[in-house]
């Protein structure tokens, strides 16, 4: 890489600088892709049977990101004193070639319309005084019917197996009923399901409410995408989160895309190159490119570019809006500033029903994106009227593959012992004929959770942290216990022998030493005022307009689906309107 | 890669096919020939003798001999422990250990100094010390199983410090530790003849259940392999 100056730098070699890279060199751009981290290929990193270990992979953080060169500061309250996130617990960001993307379990989902403009369509059924004080309400300024296209083709990329419920407005399929039209079938049949998510398919049927398959980009069968990359049929070997794939499998930006991208001339990925910072000129309109350092020199290094695509994850975006100083950063005092407001995560519980000793879950068969679930009480699905809070939860069986230190260390559950007399004896009992149903929820966004630059812990580079203040609120926790109290009328006709119940308690803190999910969000949020957004409608930064930000770092609301289906198509919308409208006449594509 | 042994692969050889055994019978027979294993016994490159003993008693009071099999010591948790105070991961090298550091509300995580390997450092000896005061001169690993297990229980509930480590900080690295030298791949020195795995039914590296996705409830009928291609 010798050219000093390039059409375009993509930041970030995850999903979604994968996807801009792909569309920008296609588009004929030359394209410079940074990643922070290390060559990936699944052939040397992944293989069989070195990469099937449990101690090197998920607990020794094979494929997550170091944070002994960077992490970030977390406080609940703005008040607090912020700490470092000193050891990786309660979500785990990756760092190489795929990103987050290599580790990643699968589940692929798209979207609920009702989620893209649910200020609007709350304040329609029930008023405007229903939403509480301090939450910060909003829409994505886009619609389900704009973005289909880009949801179909990412699917079709991903290689994504599922069932429709309507194709065109026709039935098509035993799919979600809940799930918004389609203008095509999933490009894979569903997964197979474990005897553990069958048990809860055919019991949530009995309670009335209605089971379908989840989308998962792990194939059913074998698949060559519209990029001539082939993946082999999963065979449930139970490695998908955490891990990379033997199989070639499941999606990842490794085995779907950069295969293809690697053989144009015009992309070139330069790895372990962090970027410090992207750099703009003089009155901050326009940027001219990025710093980034060299880690195998240690040499810093000024790469020019006509456009920079920040796709670096989602607190990775915001951080680095932050440290290039695009955008006003958000004040939760005042209310001001849009960068880092609307800093959301998920809620996550999970509930535990266990069988007779003679049905056994054999719960290491598993892949990361199968199973079953209910939207019965996700989104608006359902009536909040008299519920009063705004949100809702999917509910699943996602049988990911449960290895043996997770388990063991997670404890037998609930009022079991976590070692010495008694341990051995409920962990054999847990691990063998239990099963687990998570309750995978929205986040709303409030005026005192936010995401900004902590005043006194650095980076290894010498840059200060990005410092998340964020709590749970009660509407989220009532929400969640809410839909928990729905799980068991499902477990009980699940015949179980016992169960115990996860859910949020009252006024719980954020707990930042257990795994929840890494589904964060907002901070460099998308919409139509530029008051209360900090990249309009097609990504593109309201204040730097030659900066799109991709990813869930656009997310209002956290949602109760997981990200990376939206965050994918997100990606292809923007990259469509690039090449559509933006590179034939550069500048904002939305007036302020 | 640790390629077995041929007393090993005899040893193992020995137990495969005995169904009963993979659904956790008969372990006595079991017990016998993982202590004839162990008695090649291995030494510790990190912890001093003082410490490979408490180490040694403290796993197998929180992984014990029962019903359902022998205990931590016995599966390798102390040799796994020991190996790993000389990876990254001991040398603290995976977390972000950046000053100030500063005491604060549990739920924001660990925010001691120390990596792992000064941590068992300084709270073998402060623990050896408070036993010492309390049990006249005696150590921890020279107590009565009944008080170690009693003593485990205090530092568990956490109220009152090692050195400079909260008593319940030292317990989980301790408890998590022996677990990950229970159940990890026998590669890393623990999981003894695959004896964790057996006994959950976990059956290893195979990570491939093409044909056993749904059985309708039946138990997985094969024992575990390890990445070196040991089974049991
Ligand atoms: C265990 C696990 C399971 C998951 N399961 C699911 C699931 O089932 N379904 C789902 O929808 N989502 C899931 N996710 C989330 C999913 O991984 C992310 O949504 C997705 O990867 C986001 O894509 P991205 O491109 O935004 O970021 P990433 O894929 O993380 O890519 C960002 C890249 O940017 C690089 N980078 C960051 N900062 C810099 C810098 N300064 N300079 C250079 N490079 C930089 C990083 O190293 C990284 O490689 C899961 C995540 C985890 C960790
Ligand atoms: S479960 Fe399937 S998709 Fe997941 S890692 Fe194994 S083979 Fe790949």
Redesign the pocket.
């Known amino acids: 890489m010798c050219a000093k100056k390039v059409d375009a730098i993509v930041i970030g070699a995850g999903w979604a600088g994968s996807i801009l890279a792909k569309e920008l060199t296609e588009a004929g751009l030359s394209v410079v892709m940074l990643e922070r981290g290390d060559e990936r290929a699944t052939a040397v990193e992944g293989d069989y049977p070195s990469s099937i270990d449990e101690l090197r992979g998920a607990i020794r953080h094979r494929l997550f990101q170091n944070l002994s060169q960077s992490t970030v500061t977390i406080r609940n309250t703005l008040d607090q004193e912020a700490l470092p996130y000193r050891r990786l617990a309660a979500f785990l960001p990756g760092e190489g070639v795929g990103g987050a993307g290599l580790h990643w379990s ?1 589940v692929h989902f798209r979207v609920a319309p009702d989620d893209l403009a649910l200020r609007t369509n709350v304040v329609a059924r029930y008023g405007k005084n229903f939403i509480p004080e301090g939450m910060n309400l909003q829409d994505y300024g886009v619609t389900y019917e704009e973005l289909e296209p880009f949801f179909d083709k990412a699917e079709k990329v991903f290689g994504t197996s599922g069932e429709p419920y309507t194709i065109k407005g026709k039935i098509a399929g035993n799919g979600n009923r809940f799930a918004p039209d389609r203008s095509d079938v999933f490009p894979l049949p569903a997964m197979g399901e474990v005897y553990s998510a069958s048990l809860f398919r055919s019991a949530a049927a009995n309670v009335g409410y209605h089971p379908y398959a989840l989308p998962a980009a ?2 059913s069968a074998q698949y060559t995408n519209p990029y001539g990359v082939q993946m082999g049929p ?7 989160s955490g ?1 990379d ?3 070639y ?2 999606a990842s930006p490794n085995v779907n895309i950069l295969p293809a991208l690697r053989q144009d001339p015009k992309f070139t990925l330069i790895t372990k190159a962090h970027v410090l910072k992207v750099n703009l000129d003089a009155d901050k309109k326009k940027a001219t490119g990025v710093s980034y350092l060299d880690l195998r020199t240690k040499k810093q290094v000024e790469l020019d570019a006509d456009l920079v695509i920040i796709s670096a994850f989602q607190f990775h975006n915001v951080h680095l809006m932050l440290l290039s100083g695009i955008g006003q950063p958000y004040d939760p005092q005042q209310n001001t500033g849009t960068v880092g407001r609307n800093f959301v995560y998920q809620t996550i519980t999970t509930s535990r029903a266990w069988l007779s000793p003679k049905q056994y879950t054999n719960l290491f068969v ?3 994106g199968a199973g079953v679930a209910i939207d019965d009480f996700n989104s608006m699905n359902f009536d909040h009227g008299p519920l009063g809070f705004v949100g809702g939860s999917p509910v699943w069986v996602n049988q990911a ?1 449960v290895k043996p230190i997770a388990a063991a260390t997670g404890g037998p559950g609930g009022k079991a012992p976590t070692w010495g007399e008694g341990y051995k004896e409920a962990m054999v009992d847990t691990y063998r004929h239990s099963l687990t149903i998570d309750a995978h929820g929205s986040n709303m966004a409030y005026r005192d959770v936010y995401l900004d630059l902590d005043p006194t812990y650095s980076n290894a580079y010498g840059q200060p942290l990005l410092r998340m203040t964020f709590n749970w609120k009660d509407n989220d926790i009532r929400m969640n216990q809410y839909v928990v109290g729905k799980i068991e009328p499902i477990i009980k006709a699940m015949g179980a022998t016992k169960y115990s119940l996860g859910m949020l308690k009252d006024g719980e803190v954020f707990d930042t030493r257990r795994y929840q999910t890494t589904h964060l969000g907002g901070g460099a949020i998308m919409g139509t005022d530029p008051k209360t957004s900090c990249v309009n409608r097609y990504l593109q930064s309201w204040d730097v307009s030659n900066v799109f930000v991709i990813g869930a770092s656009a997310f209002p609301q956290g949602m109760g689906y997981n990200p990376t289906g939206m965050v994918a198509a997100l990606a292809y919308w923007a990259a469509y309107h690039i090449r559509t409208t933006y590179l034939k006449n550069p500048g904002p594509m939305v007036q302020a | 890669m640790k390629i077995p042994s041929s007393t090993r692969r005899n040893f193992t050889a020995g137990l495969l096919g005995s169904a009963s055994f993979w659904m956790y019978g008969g372990h006595k027979v079991w017990a016998d020939a993982l202590q004839s294993e162990s008695a090649q016994s291995y030494n510790p490159k990190y912890f001093n003798h003082e410490e490979w003993l408490f180490l040694n008693a403290a796993c197998a009071r929180i992984f014990p001999a029962d019903a359902h099999g022998p205990d931590a010591a016995l599966l390798g948790a102390p040799e796994f422990i020991d190996r790993q105070m000389d990876t990254p991961y001991g040398h603290g090298e995976l977390w972000y250990m950046s000053g100030p550091f500063k005491e604060g509300a549990p739920n924001l995580g660990y925010q001691l100094s120390l990596p792992p390997r000064d941590l068992y450092r300084q709270a073998i000896a402060a623990a050896n010390a408070y036993v010492r005061d309390h049990h006249q001169g005696q150590t921890f690993a020279q107590l009565a199983i009944p008080e170690q297990i009693a003593l485990l229980k205090v530092f568990e509930q956490g109220k009152m410090a090692l050195g400079a480590v909260p008593a319940h900080t030292f317990f989980e690295q301790l408890r998590q530790n022996t677990l990950e030298g229970v159940f990890s791949d026998p590669l890393y020195g623990g999981n003894k003849g695959l004896a964790g795995w057996t006994l959950l039914g976990f059956p290893g590296a195979r ?1 491939d259940f093409m044909d056993w996705v749904n059985q309708k409830g039946a138990p997985y009928p094969f024992g575990p392999v390890s990445i070196s291609g040991e089974t049991a």
Request: aromatic residues 20%.
């Open positions: 699968g792990n194939a999963c065979n449930f070997c139970g490695y998908c891990y794939c033997y199989m499998s499941k598993g892949a990361g593959g | 990570a």
